[in-house]
């Protein structure tokens, strides 16, 4: 080994510093070096190549080349012999690899004779202090993680990029370089090549980043971007029973980037081709979580459901419940659903596992004059009252959140069985992934039976729910006014008017928890107070301008939401029974928000299957759709 090639060896060696390492799959040999103050500047590096096979087998001896094994070869290959500057042991620099060829390209573990272009660049944000440290690599966890916070960089100082850097590297890495810490130093030694293990998420985010840094004629860097976010922030994910049947296929079959990410019906089929009446061990086999706390109390709560309710899970694939999902939604491509961790939290600790982000519609609402509330009541109480009420120590009860999860999961569930309704699960071919299956809706038949009629509304409701800007007749239009236009249509709520299967959802949602637990939903328009729309809003400060309480059981609504209780639960009567339920009531235009609850006697009705508990009143909602 010649003296030079001997230097830059001994240079990469753990107790040296003096060189650095570019890997993708495996080494990235032939590719360009550059560092860079991360505040800007000209580069402080440039022009820099990380060594090739030819380079090399020049310096040992193509005879002792052939003779390294995999790991020999790959240790040699990709590195790259930093100058002796003066770096600034306290600040960032931004480390970019371009061009070059990965020499494990197909991810076996063997060097390839030539390798594979990579088209796009590999980056790695580094202190001055880690330069000058031993044997650092550029690889595609630290481009991920640059992806993931390049765009709150310039709002960051340099002792917070230090600490975000070290919570993402908790989250996806373990004690790479043994020092019984984990931190972002570990991400800088890690190697799939040879501490693939490590990472901590899914396997199928790690095997697919690769394919948008490679090769950039076939797929967008958006595809690089989205595979990151997968790479870093999907990392914590986990199936809730590690020895599920389907365990292995839940993280990358429900976090799909491009179409063939989907998976075919075969892979993870619906829950009711497998268990035509599932049971709570069945769902919880399909669930995926980011906080194992999560997995106990979705099975609480599971537990306390109708039997009828977990029939609903028929039409889905799989669950995921995590602290950045935000709002609730389901996935017609997945068969999936996603689900706010906020829903589920028992004690303080775990709500601080939770997001604090909000639901970004939220915004919206400060567009238009008037508000749209709901809530459930029982009697003249807030059925939802003990949802906010924790002890001392900020701890709720199983019961406390049980109505509300009811709630979303009934709201959910309808999306599920509309795309892909119970009586025609035995009929979808096995080989088929869901965006190829020509169905028609449950809500496909609604708008052609019943249509909802205001333009208006749909207006507005582009608006609130899309972040659509409103015309000035529409940022003008005053509760009453809307109200007059909701009235007599047949749509349960302004929600309705989001699309067609929010129009489902909601008539499903409001009927089955009117049937199954015995509240009933009130839907309503009131003014903002006179200084606008803020964060500080009191029950009090709104004046209704229209109201009603049990739409569902008006007439124009009831036979909709007959439709769709006969189809989304077939073998149930719960459309016969919608004829059960009290007549609507208005609510009191004279009063506001907080005083509106009071209706009549007060007195509450019997749901079909069980009673639920009387709680404190006292509370309002603003718009929470799924």
Avoid at 26 to 39: E, F, H, S, W
Avoid at 161 to 185: P, T
Avoid at 223 to 238: E, H, P, T, W
Avoid at 304 to 321: C, H, K
């Amino acid at each position: 080994m010649s003296n030079r090639w001997t230097y830059l060896f001994l240079a990469c060696l753990p107790l040296l510093p003096g060189c650095l390492q570019v890997e993708l799959r495996g080494p990235v040999a032939g590719a360009t070096v550059t560092i860079t103050a991360l505040r800007g500047g000209d580069p402080l590096v440039s022009e820099l190549t990380t060594s090739t096979t030819q380079q090399v087998k020049q310096e040992v001896g193509a005879t002792k080349w052939t003779s390294f094994n995999n790991n020999g070869k790959a240790a040699l290959l990709g590195l790259v012999e930093l100058p002796d500057l003066d770096y600034v042991d306290n600040a960032w620099y931004l480390v970019t690899a371009r061009g070059g060829s990965d020499m494990d390209s197909n991810g076996d573990g063997r060097i390839d004779g030539t390798g594979t272009h990579v088209d796009r660049e590999l980056r790695a944000l580094m202190s001055g202090a880690q330069l000058k440290q031993p044997f650092n690599r550029v690889t595609m966890l630290s481009e991920a993680i640059y992806r993931t916070v390049e765009a709150d960089l310039d709002e960051l100082n340099n002792t917070e990029i230090r600490q975000r850097l070290d919570a993402l590297s908790r989250l996806i890495v373990g004690d790479v370089n043994g020092d019984k810490q984990r931190d972002y130093a570990d991400v800088l030694r890690w190697s799939r090549f040879s501490a693939r293990e490590q990472y901590k998420g899914p396997p199928e985010f790690l095997e697919r980043l690769p394919r948008a840094l490679t090769y950039s004629s076939l797929y967008a860097d958006e595809i690089a971007l989205y595979d990151s976010f997968n790479v870093v922030l999907g990392a914590s994910l986990r199936p809730a029973q590690a020895d599920a049947p389907r365990q292995a296929q839940l993280a990358g079959c429900t976090f799909p980037v491009i179409y063939s990410d989907l998976c075919a019906v075969r892979t993870l089929p619906f829950i009711g081709i497998e268990e035509p009446a599932p049971t709570v061990a069945d769902i919880m086999a399909r669930l995926v979580v980011s906080h194992s706390w999560i997995s106990t109390r979705f099975e609480q709560v599971l537990s306390n459901m109708p039997a009828d309710v977990l029939l609903l899970f028929r039409s889905v694939t799989a669950v995921v419940i995590g602290a950045d999902i935000r709002p609730s939604f389901y996935d017609p491509l997945t068969g999936a659903l996603y689900l706010d961790a906020e829903n589920f939290w028992l004690t303080d600790a775990e709500r601080r596992t939770v997001s604090t982000e909000s639901d970004y519609r939220t915004a919206f609402a400060s567009r238009v004059q008037f508000a749209h509330l709901w809530r459930y009541v029982d009697g003249n109480t807030d059925a939802f009252a003990s949802l906010y009420n924790t002890d001392f120590l900020g701890r709720r009860q199983v019961q406390d959140i049980e109505l509300s999860v009811a709630q979303l999961l009934l709201h959910e569930l309808a999306h599920a069985a509309d795309a892909f309704r119970p009586a025609l699960l035995d009929q979808i071919p096995l080989t088929a992934r869901l965006y190829q299956l020509d169905v028609t809706t449950v809500s496909d038949e609604l708008q052609q039976a019943s249509p909802l009629q205001s333009d208006l509304l749909a207006g507005v409701a582009n608006v609130l729910f899309y972040g659509v800007e409103p015309t000035s007749q529409e940022a003008g239009y005053s509760a009453t006014k809307i109200g007059s236009v909701f009235a007599p249509d047949p749509a349960s709520d302004l929600y309705s008017y989001a699309s067609q299967y929010e129009d489902l959802a909601m008539l499903f949602e409001e009927s089955m928890m009117a049937l199954l637990y015995g509240v009933r939903r009130d839907v309503a328009f009131t003014s903002f107070p006179s200084s606008g729309y803020t964060d500080q809003i009191y029950c009090e400060d709104l004046q209704l301008g229209w109201g009603m309480r049990g739409r569902v059981a008006a007439p124009q609504v009831r036979e909709r939401a007959a439709l769709v209780l006969a189809a989304l639960l077939p073998e149930k009567s719960y459309a016969t029974d919608l004829g059960t339920l009290a007549k609507p009531v208005l609510l009191d235009t004279g009063s506001d928000w907080c005083e509106s609850i009071l209706v009549g006697g007060g007195a509450s009705f019997a749901p079909l299957q069980r009673n639920l508990r009387t709680v404190s009143p006292r509370q309002w909602h603003a718009p929470d759709m799924h």
